[in-house]
């Protein structure tokens, strides 16, 4: 199954990255419907503020809800407002509209069957207009913000990233914490799966994140397989996170074999792709290896002084976060409380570097939140996975320990990435099993990791 989303998302490249004649895939580059123009199965168009795909030939026919040759995917890139629901709609699964002042989103393709006639039936209560800030009422997209009223993303308020001493930074140069989550790899809950643009919207505006980590794993049925499927994949969740004002941490999942020169032909390959695609974009965060394991940092280095020249020749800006010996445990793992000596002594050649640290709260304890306390004060770190339960993902979560790691974090302006968005049966996942499937993205739908983690992003 997970060949054949990939195999559709290659065929329909134009489809999975809106992308434009040039081959940019931004918001901008979907053109306004025009009644003069012919559209095909498969072009999208933006009209009355909100994008819409074409099912087949058409020409002259207004997008709208009642039509049933165009599906409304989603607000435009300015928008955020929910038509009202008519009796003439046609609506398909992830259409959200307004019916008796609450939003409410179809499950499946309805026509002609109001919200709250059935409770059994294709609608989804979302929630009370008067419990928003605004954003999900009808007839606003025209309208003037207040002044304190704009709403205002994360890449909104901090711009380009940057790396100043041992801290990450806004374009200002004043120190950031950003928090958020990582997917799980894309081989298994990638776009489709537990990645839509309905649970995005829930990550960006519910849960208030302001990173999301594309986890794309190598080996074990990832890139190897199929860089062009994969890399076209992560291109589609860059668009939907920058449309959303979010940072994408783009992580090239090594993990077995733990050296990752054995993997630099690939890394030099999919980074020059990536970076090629989003140069001009400030949104973009990228790790180059995941968890190096079994190999001394000298041979970390020279693998990443081999792929940051690949990224620099198209972005010269973007943070760059290496992983490091021991699963990216600043090398506690293989030589104790002596591993961020090696980094300081022979750091990565280049600017905007930051160091991976990765911790699992069940089973890392008190030494390692001194060791990491210690080591922020030498060099820059970005905990790009992290978890409240063991280092495999699963057994129970220890939340005193995480929120002692959260402390730590806090006190030393580390942004960090929470394991996983998905509704995988590990303690890990963060949405009850069969989210995906059915499509519910809220909060009756969370697991305890999902309820807990999502306070802290919210509060961060």
Same mark, same amino acid.
């Given at each position: 199954?997970?060949?054949?989303?990939?195999?559709?998302?290659?065929?329909?490249?134009?489809?999975?990255?809106?992308?434009?004649? /040039?081959?940019?895939?931004?918001?901008?580059?979907?053109?306004?419907?025009?009644?003069?123009?012919?559209?095909?199965?498969?072009?999208?168009? $933006?009209?009355?503020?909100?994008?819409?795909?074409?099912?087949?030939?058409?020409?002259?026919?207004?997008?709208?809800? &009642?039509?049933?040759?165009?599906?409304?995917?989603?607000?435009?890139?300015?928008?955020?407002?929910?038509?009202?629901?008519?009796?003439?709609?046609?609506?398909?699964?992830?259409?959200?509209?307004?019916?008796?002042? #609450?939003?409410?989103?179809?499950?499946?393709? /309805?026509?002609?069957?109001?919200?709250?006639?059935?409770?059994?039936?294709?609608?989804?209560?979302?929630?009370?207009?008067?419990?928003?800030?605004?954003?999900?009422?009808?007839?606003?997209?025209?309208?003037?913000?207040?002044?304190?009223?704009?709403?205002?993303?994360?890449?909104?308020?901090?711009?380009?990233?940057?790396?100043?001493?041992?801290?990450?930074?806004?374009?200002?140069?004043?120190?950031?914490?950003?928090?958020?989550? &990582?997917?799980?790899?894309?081989?298994?809950?990638?776009?489709?799966?537990?990645? /839509? /643009?309905?649970?995005?919207?829930?990550?960006?505006?519910?849960?208030?994140?302001?990173?999301?980590?594309?986890?794309?794993?190598?080996?074990?049925?990832?890139?190897?397989?199929?860089?062009?499927?994969?890399? $076209?994949?992560?291109?589609?969740?860059?668009?939907?996170?920058?449309?959303?004002?979010?940072?994408?941490?783009?992580?090239?999942?090594?993990?077995?074999?733990?050296?990752?020169?054995?993997?630099?032909?690939?890394?030099?390959?999919?980074?020059?792709?990536?970076?090629?695609?989003?140069?001009?974009?400030?949104?973009?965060?990228?790790?180059?290896?995941?968890?190096?394991?079994?190999?001394?940092?000298?041979?970390?280095?020279?693998? #990443?002084?081999?792929?940051?020249?690949?990224?620099?020749?198209?972005?010269?800006?973007?943070?760059?976060?290496?992983?490091?010996?021991?699963?990216?445990?600043?090398?506690?793992?293989?030589?104790?409380?002596?591993?961020?000596?090696?980094?300081?002594?022979?750091?990565?050649?280049?600017?905007?570097?930051?160091?991976?640290?990765?911790?699992?709260?069940? &089973?890392?304890?008190?030494?390692?939140?001194?060791?990491?306390?210690?080591?922020?004060?030498?060099?820059?770190?970005?905990?790009?996975?992290?978890?409240?339960?063991?280092?495999?993902?699963?057994?129970? &979560?220890?939340?005193?320990? +995480?929120?002692?790691?959260?402390?730590?974090?806090?006190?030393?302006?580390?942004?960090?990435?929470?394991?996983?968005?998905?509704?995988?049966?590990?303690?890990?996942?963060?949405?009850?099993?069969?989210?995906?499937?059915?499509? +519910?993205?809220?909060?009756?739908?969370? +697991?305890?990791?999902?309820?807990?983690?999502?306070?802290?992003?919210?509060?961060?």
């Amino acid at each position: 199954m997970k060949k054949t989303r990939r195999n559709f998302l290659v065929r329909g490249g134009v489809i999975a990255g809106f992308l434009s004649v /040039t081959g940019t895939a931004t918001a901008e580059s979907i053109r306004i419907w025009d009644a003069e123009k012919v559209y095909r199965d498969g072009d999208y168009v $933006t009209y009355n503020n909100y994008v819409w795909e074409a099912h087949w030939y058409t020409k002259g026919q207004e997008p709208a809800d &009642s039509a049933a040759v165009w599906n409304r995917i989603r607000a435009h890139r300015e928008t955020d407002g929910y038509p009202s629901w008519t009796p003439e709609g046609i609506y398909r699964n992830g259409n959200r509209v307004v019916y008796e002042d #609450a939003v409410w989103e179809a499950q499946w393709w /309805t026509e002609n069957q109001a919200p709250l006639t059935d409770p059994w039936g294709p609608w989804d209560y979302i929630k009370d207009i008067e419990q928003t800030d605004g954003s999900d009422s009808t007839d606003t997209t025209d309208e003037e913000p207040e002044d304190g009223d704009t709403m205002t993303t994360p890449v909104d308020q901090y711009g380009q990233l940057q790396v100043l001493g041992t801290d990450l930074c806004d374009e200002t140069g004043s120190p950031v914490q950003l928090a958020g989550m &990582s997917t799980h790899g894309l081989q298994w809950h990638g776009w489709g799966d537990s990645i /839509t /643009t309905n649970s995005l919207d829930v990550l960006a505006t519910d849960w208030e994140s302001e990173l999301c980590r594309i986890a794309m794993y190598v080996q074990e049925e990832g890139y190897e397989t199929d860089p062009t499927g994969f890399t $076209t994949e992560v291109n589609r969740i860059i668009e939907e996170l920058t449309d959303r004002g979010l940072y994408a941490l783009v992580d090239f999942h090594t993990l077995d074999p733990g050296n990752p020169m054995d993997n630099l032909e690939n890394a030099q390959r999919f980074f020059d792709d990536i970076a090629a695609e989003h140069a001009e974009k400030d949104n973009i965060i990228f790790e180059i290896c995941n968890e190096p394991n079994g190999v001394d940092w000298e041979s970390i280095k020279t693998y #990443a002084e081999e792929v940051i020249p690949v990224i620099r020749q198209h972005d010269p800006d973007s943070p760059v976060v290496v992983g490091t010996r021991g699963w990216s445990s600043l090398g506690f793992a293989d030589i104790g409380s002596d591993g961020p000596q090696e980094i300081v002594d022979n750091p990565v050649d280049g600017e905007n570097i930051l160091y991976a640290y990765h911790f699992y709260a069940a &089973s890392h304890g008190q030494w390692e939140r001194d060791q990491l306390d210690a080591a922020a004060d030498e060099l820059p770190i970005f905990v790009t996975e992290c978890g409240s339960m063991e280092y495999d993902g699963d057994g129970p &979560s220890d939340f005193d320990s +995480t929120q002692s790691f959260m402390d730590v974090m806090a006190d030393n302006n580390i942004s960090w990435a929470f394991w996983n968005y998905s509704d995988d049966w590990r303690t890990s996942g963060v949405w009850k099993e069969g989210t995906a499937e059915d499509g +519910t993205w809220t909060a009756e739908n969370l +697991t305890e990791t999902g309820d807990w983690i999502r306070t802290q992003i919210k509060d961060n």
